[in-house]
């Protein structure tokens, strides 16, 4: 053993220090930061090249990117930044973002997608968990597209983990509700979704310049919707919603063929020729094998200053069509709220900003608000599936 000056007996030469408390802090700290699209810590996906801390308190971090252009690579720095800046101790941080070799992206796309990388729909797979609500109208402008953000967002506001697939093809509308213009970040084969107000979103109106209309036709509409299914990376959901064009067309079909566990949320107006229409939207489910999750009555009045109420569309077809749609299914179908009329919905929709978000106190948010309390209530659970377990 060798002795230091002060006599004191050290146990082994070949002894080091572990990690300084600096440094095991900076590193906690960048435990923090959340890539802006896989929405887990860039520590835990490898992104952490490098960490070089100065004997002054500077902080030199390597970040890899996905890709080379990737779109946020400038939230990546800054959530660096503040997260480093924070720790007491550090003086100065310097981020340096390089990209992964072909190598590192094959691991992060295994380390996502599982051994091999396979592709396929997630969401069928056994032990998937995720409640995929597929929201279909009998006709259009009844609000179907607003109800599917609004719930979408309200959900993902109580911490649960929440998806949209604006399947409404010829008439998305979902990205520019929710304020998206940011296009997808692809990884080779595997697309990764925007991210706003913490709901992942895909759309075919984030593959398109301006406004230019989308004309295909049944096959190519299936093709899409698979491929949206299959290489968009969503990660382990706990809510899918798919906003459906309306009626019961080619998009309603491939639906029930490439996710048979969607369950369908019918929107109508109060109007009873709505209602009709409405009705063919949800006993779609005798044919395909689906269930109905409920019905959502949209536009059902509009309050007045005096505190009455003005039903522009006539009332009850909310009511008569969750009835009729329990005879036709032979299961209980709930009317699962009525949401009044509000011009801030619109307003809301217009500035890209949800109205259960932005003006939560107002009736029509209150109504959304319940309606998403009634399918969180709804337990992610194992019922119906097989753990694997056999006696020895």
């Known amino acids: 053993m060798s002795t230091p000056p002060d006599g004191t007996q050290l146990d082994s030469p070949l002894e080091s220090p572990g990690p300084s408390p600096l440094s095991q802090a900076v590193h906690a700290a960048l435990a923090t930061v959340i890539d802006p699209e896989l929405r887990r ?18 902080v030199r971090v390597t970040v890899l990117l996905t890709i080379a252009g990737c779109p946020l690579r400038g939230t990546i720095t800054a959530d660096c930044e503040a997260a480093l800046s924070a720790v007491p101790g550090v003086t100065a941080v310097e981020v340096d973002l390089k990209v992964m070799t072909q190598a590192q992206r094959e691991a992060l796309k295994e380390q996502l997608r599982g051994t091999g990388g396979q592709r396929g729909i997630p969401f069928n797979a056994p032990g998937s968990l995720t409640r995929v609500y597929a929201v279909a109208s009998g006709k259009g402008g009844v609000g179907k597209s607003s109800v599917t953000v609004n719930l979408a967002c309200a959900l993902a506001a109580q911490g649960l983990r929440v998806g949209i697939v604006d399947a409404d093809v010829y ?6 509700l929710m304020g998206i213009t940011q296009v ?26 301006g406004n230019q209309p989308v004309a295909w036709r049944g ?32 998009i309603a079909i491939s639906v ?41 009555e949209n536009m059902s009045f509009l309050e007045m200053p005096d505190g009455g109420r003005m039903e522009l569309f006539g009332s009850g077809g909310g009511a008569v069509l969750a009835e009729r749609l329990s005879a ?14 509000d011009i801030r919905l619109r307003e809301g929709g217009d500035a890209g900003v949800p109205l259960v978000l932005g003006r939560p106190e ?30 020895r």
């Open 41 to 58: 810590p860039i520590t835990d996906l490898g992104m952490l090249d490098a960490v070089d801390i100065s004997g002054g308190g500077q």
């Open 171 to 176: 008439g998305f509308s979902v990205p520019a």
């Open 184 to 209: 997808p970040t692809r990884v080779d084969d595997m697309i990764l979704p925007p991210v706003a107000y913490g709901v992942k979103v895909i759309s075919i109106g984030m593959f398109v310049t």
């Open 219 to 250: 096959p190519m509409l299936h093709r899409a919707l698979e491929q949206f299914l299959t290489d968009v990376y969503f990660g382990d959901l706990d809510a899918l919603f798919l906003d459906l064009p309306p009626g019961t067309g080619d």
């Open 256 to 296: 029930a063929q490439l996710l048979p566990k969607a369950q369908i949320l019918v929107v109508t107006t109060p109007q009873a020729a709505a209602a009709d229409v409405a009705e063919r939207a949800g006993a779609i489910a005798t044919q395909t094998g689906q269930t109905v999750a409920g019905v959502v």
């Open 328 to 341: 036709t299914v032979g299961a209980d179908v709930p009317l699962l709220g009525q949401i009044p009329l």
């Open 362 to 391: 107002t009736p029509a948010a209150a109504a959304l608000l319940d309606i998403a309390g009634k399918l969180a209530a709804v337990p992610r659970g194992l019922k119906g599936m097989s753990l694997g377990l056999q006696p």
